[in-house]
């Protein structure tokens, strides 16, 4: 739940100031907060365990859409503001930015389709012995097209960070900072999307939902020493 409030949160505020002041920092905003969505079934299935005392019925399996069906867009978004404002403008000519963002997009509109017409054999939702006794477990069943969908968009968040770790080296001063916090900020999301969309955690959950909690504040870090400059400036 603290993970969605902090990314709207610091979501919208760096939104507002990006107005005047960096336009690839709209959509690393955007990102974060429809990133934080991606968490939405576990936040519905503890507030029913806390007020109820039962978990969700996962009816049609709607708890798993509604928490995996923001993923595609999320890396789109990403996609679009990295080779757009980060990539050498010599890209530009050939057009790899666009391209790009296309297979991304058809793989965006295949994710969508196995998640809301074949729910059952993409997603398995795994209920406590008990009901309340714990929150529901999701993650996609291995080596459905959905499992290698989403693991190829999981994975592509490493990519973006091995780009911002090297626009970090090639950068100085404040701008350095921020790439790495970035480079940073999506490692850890890397890890955590692996842990808790493509395994069953376990053990593990402590550390993935820990790295989850503090990717909203290393994004907000990362953006936060932004002054304010003329609106054609772009960071």
């Known amino acids: 739940m603290g993970f969605i409030i902090f990314a709207f949160w610091f979501g919208l505020k760096l ?21 934080s969505l991606c968490y939405l079934g576990w936040v519905l299935d503890f507030w029913s365990v806390l007020i109820t005392g039962k ?14 069906m923001w993923l595609p867009p ?51 939702v795994e209920y406590p012995a008990n009901s309340g006794e714990d929150l ?8 459905s097209p959905f499992f290698i969908l989403a693991a190829f968009f999981i994975i592509s968040t490493l990519f973006f960070g091995f780009g911002f770790l ?7 001063g404040l701008k350095r900072k921020r790439y790495f916090y970035l480079f940073f900020n999506e490692t850890l999301f890397f890890l955590s999307g692996v842990l808790d969309a493509l ?37």
């Open 55 to 68: 978990n969700l019925v996962n009816t049609n399996g709607w708890v798993g859409i509604i928490t995996a």
């Open 136 to 143: 529901v477990e999701i993650h996609a069943i291995y080596g």
């Open 166 to 172: 090297i626009k970090s080296l090639q950068s100085t």
């Open 199 to 235: 395994i069953s955690t376990g053990i593990f959950l402590i550390f993935s939902r820990f790295a989850l909690i503090i990717t909203p504040l290393i994004t907000y870090y990362a953006f936060k020493e932004i002054k304010k400059a003329p609106s054609n400036v772009i960071v």
């Open 74 to 124: 999320a890396i789109c978004i990403e996609v679009y503001g990295f080779s757009k404002y980060l990539l050498p403008k010599d890209y530009s000519k050939y057009k790899i930015n666009y391209v790009t963002l296309i297979i991304f997009i058809l793989l965006a509109f295949m994710f969508e389709f196995f998640l809301f017409f074949d729910t059952k054999g993409s997603l398995a």
């Open 15 to 35: 939104i507002i100031r990006s107005r005047f002041e960096a336009k690839f920092l709209f959509f690393m905003c955007v990102n974060l907060m429809l990133a």
